[in-house]
């Protein structure tokens, strides 16, 4: 296996058995061709796709046609591919929310925080501290709109970074973030949970006011901030458990801590910055965050184990382990490839 395909998400067959590698590779034309025909039978059983169905054909295509490629646009397509099944999934879980929001879920974690926080959800302790009140904001409120929204660019940049500087370490984040990600949105379907900003508007718990809604309010920006008042024709409002605004941060904490050292500073207080804000924002529970950092560790750990076996397979026995972790500790979290670039 070379280094192209070290690390990289399931999706990309390279890592699959050599065999079906190289049978899309020697079949690619009939194989699509059966895909598209296949599909074409299918359309016409059961009439016009829906934008999700259409985004999975599309992704499946894509990797029909760029699986197995090591080099040139095609490597490019399948490395980033794992952003498409993201967006994919995110949009299967928001064409069901309005079905979702009937049996959305509120009392286990309001209890959870009540019961830990002394009897009041640290959202609400911390909008009466703030002084939060609906329709008007402080400067603080701005910079936890500029926090949130940081969940959408902060990890596909250290994403591209890694990408020009360390192939494995991008495909390793490649495979983690895909993974909790669809982990996140499995649970959205099994089990919708209201977050504190739509608790409040049912009832469930004292009022609170969305800060990211009202931010974008105030800068007179309707269509934007409609999407975030709980329409869930444009946005799913019960996608809050786990919390993948939680996860992602701490998914990099966990990724990148052995290959950093002044760097550990900046990612423990982003994590501490994120969970702040979602807290504050009336975004989260922080049962919604600790499950989100659950769902993180678990699929950390997970992988791991898979890239441990897979890439020293002696390292069931306890010097090889051992051997394994020291290079995690110097900073040669691959075993072979270190991060060269200096961390920003």
Same mark, same amino acid.
């Given at each position: 296996m070379t280094d192209d395909t070290f690390g990289s998400p399931t999706l990309d067959l390279a890592?699959? !058995?050599?065999?079906?590698?190289? $049978? $899309?590779? @020697?079949?690619?034309? !009939? =194989? =699509?061709a059966g895909y598209v025909v296949v599909?074409? $039978?299918?359309?016409?059983?059961?009439?016009?796709?829906?934008r999700p169905a259409v985004l999975w054909w599309l992704v499946g295509l894509t990797a029909l046609s760029?699986?197995?490629?090591?080099?040139?646009?095609? @490597?490019? =397509?399948m490395d980033w591919l794992p952003l498409a099944v993201i967006a994919a999934g995110y949009d299967t879980v928001r064409a069901q929310a309005p079905d979702l929001l009937g049996r959305a879920i509120v009392r286990p974690q309001l209890r959870f925080d009540e019961?830990?926080?002394?009897?009041?959800?640290?959202t609400v302790q911390l909008q009466r501290?703030?002084?939060? /009140?609906?329709?008007?904001?402080?400067?603080?409120? +701005?910079?936890?709109? =500029?926090? +949130? $929204?940081?969940?959408?660019?902060?990890?596909?940049?250290?994403?591209a970074f890694l990408y020009v500087k360390n192939r494995a370490?991008? /495909? @390793?984040l490649a495979a983690l973030i895909t993974t909790v990600s669809v982990a996140g949105f499995v649970t959205y379907f099994i089990i919708p949970a209201e977050p504190p900003w739509l608790a409040s508007r049912h009832g469930a718990l004292p009022p609170t006011s969305r800060v990211v809604h009202d931010i974008w309010t105030t800068l007179d920006l309707p269509s934007?901030? /409609?999407?975030f008042n709980g329409d869930a024709k444009l946005a799913n409002p019960v996608a809050a458990l786990p919390s993948l605004h939680a996860a992602w941060p701490f998914m990099l904490l966990l990724l990148l801590w052995p290959v950093l050292r002044r760097g550990r500073v900046v990612l423990l207080g982003y994590n501490a910055l994120m969970v702040f804000v979602l807290v504050y924002g009336a975004e989260h529970y922080v049962s919604d965050i600790l499950l989100g950092w659950l769902y993180a560790t678990v699929v950390f750990l997970a992988w791991n184990r898979y890239w441990v076996h897979?890439?020293?397979?002696?390292?069931?026995?306890?010097?090889?382990?051992?051997?394994?972790l020291a290079t995690r500790r110097d900073g040669d979290v691959s075993g072979r490839v270190r991060l060269r670039a200096r961390t920003p």
């Amino acid at each position: 296996m070379t280094d192209d395909t070290f690390g990289s998400p399931t999706l990309d067959l390279a890592t699959a !058995p050599a065999a079906l590698a190289d $049978l $899309l590779v @020697r079949r690619r034309v !009939p =194989i =699509i061709a059966g895909y598209v025909v296949v599909t074409v $039978l299918a359309r016409a059983a059961i009439g016009d796709l829906d934008r999700p169905a259409v985004l999975w054909w599309l992704v499946g295509l894509t990797a029909l046609s760029c699986a197995g490629a090591t080099h040139g646009p095609r @490597r490019f =397509i399948m490395d980033w591919l794992p952003l498409a099944v993201i967006a994919a999934g995110y949009d299967t879980v928001r064409a069901q929310a309005p079905d979702l929001l009937g049996r959305a879920i509120v009392r286990p974690q309001l209890r959870f925080d009540e019961d830990v926080f002394g009897g009041t959800a640290p959202t609400v302790q911390l909008q009466r501290w703030l002084d939060v /009140k609906p329709d008007q904001v402080h400067w603080w409120d +701005y910079v936890a709109w =500029i926090a +949130y $929204l940081s969940h959408f660019f902060v990890t596909l940049t250290v994403a591209a970074f890694l990408y020009v500087k360390n192939r494995a370490l991008f /495909k @390793r984040l490649a495979a983690l973030i895909t993974t909790v990600s669809v982990a996140g949105f499995v649970t959205y379907f099994i089990i919708p949970a209201e977050p504190p900003w739509l608790a409040s508007r049912h009832g469930a718990l004292p009022p609170t006011s969305r800060v990211v809604h009202d931010i974008w309010t105030t800068l007179d920006l309707p269509s934007v901030a /409609k999407v975030f008042n709980g329409d869930a024709k444009l946005a799913n409002p019960v996608a809050a458990l786990p919390s993948l605004h939680a996860a992602w941060p701490f998914m990099l904490l966990l990724l990148l801590w052995p290959v950093l050292r002044r760097g550990r500073v900046v990612l423990l207080g982003y994590n501490a910055l994120m969970v702040f804000v979602l807290v504050y924002g009336a975004e989260h529970y922080v049962s919604d965050i600790l499950l989100g950092w659950l769902y993180a560790t678990v699929v950390f750990l997970a992988w791991n184990r898979y890239w441990v076996h897979r890439d020293h397979p002696a390292a069931g026995s306890q010097r090889a382990r051992g051997r394994w972790l020291a290079t995690r500790r110097d900073g040669d979290v691959s075993g072979r490839v270190r991060l060269r670039a200096r961390t920003p």
